[in-house]
């Protein structure tokens, strides 16, 4: 039941978001999708005792991946499906922590929180390159094959 929560309340954000942005309507539960689907698998590992960056690098590979499922399904680029899609990934929460102790004077808890929203930023940008470059690779040897196949009599 929590799982199902969790997934309906990283899926509007991201469905809004997509809004925002005037997404074609066609792909805004696809972000949405994506979004929920993301934040589930960074739940998940949270929840079975992992670090939070590396929750959040497994949940952005996910996003990577759907996000390019559902470009070549819907015939759009990705970027549109993956920056709603990586909304609920975003350290908001730890910015605005880092922040709020910064101006109350608590430097030492607002550094731990920088260094919270580095981290988990860092993750995401790592998780990007190396779902694209595992997507790439993948494609490439499909291709190859494809081709191969083809000149054989």
Same mark, same amino acid.
């Given at each position: @039941?929590?799982?199902?929560?969790?997934? +309906?309340?990283?899926? =509007?954000?991201? #469905?809004?978001? %997509?809004? =925002?942005?005037?997404?074609?309507?066609?792909? /805004?539960?696809?972000?949405? /999708? =994506?979004?929920?689907?993301?934040?589930? &698998?960074?739940?998940?590992?949270?929840?079975?005792?992992?670090? &939070?960056?590396i929750a959040t690098?497994? %949940?952005?590979?996910?996003?990577?991946?759907?996000?390019?499922?559902?470009?070549?399904?819907?015939?759009?680029?990705? +970027? +549109? /499906?993956? +920056?709603? %899609?990586?909304?609920? #990934?975003?350290?908001?929460?730890?910015?605005?922590?880092?922040?709020?102790?910064? &101006? $109350?004077?608590?430097? =030492?808890?607002?550094?731990?929180?920088? /260094?919270?929203v580095i981290y988990?930023?860092?993750?995401?940008?790592?998780?990007? @390159?190396?779902?694209?470059?595992? $997507?790439?690779?993948?494609?490439?040897? #499909?291709?190859?094959?494809? #081709?191969?196949?083809?000149?054989?009599?």
């Amino acid at each position: @039941m929590v799982y199902i929560e969790q997934f +309906i309340m990283s899926f =509007i954000p991201s #469905l809004c978001f %997509g809004i =925002i942005l005037n997404a074609p309507r066609r792909i /805004l539960i696809p972000c949405g /999708l =994506i979004g929920g689907c993301a934040w589930i &698998v960074t739940y998940a590992t949270m929840q079975a005792g992992m670090n &939070v960056a590396i929750a959040t690098f497994l %949940g952005t590979l996910m996003i990577n991946f759907l996000c390019v499922y559902f470009s070549r399904r819907q015939r759009v680029p990705a +970027i +549109i /499906l993956s +920056i709603p %899609g990586i909304v609920p #990934l975003v350290p908001g929460g730890p910015a605005y922590t880092a922040v709020r102790y910064a &101006v $109350e004077s608590r430097y =030492i808890e607002s550094f731990e929180q920088i /260094l919270i929203v580095i981290y988990v930023s860092g993750a995401i940008a790592v998780g990007f @390159m190396v779902g694209n470059m595992v $997507e790439s690779k993948f494609t490439h040897y #499909l291709t190859r094959n494809r #081709l191969t196949r083809t000149k054989q009599p």
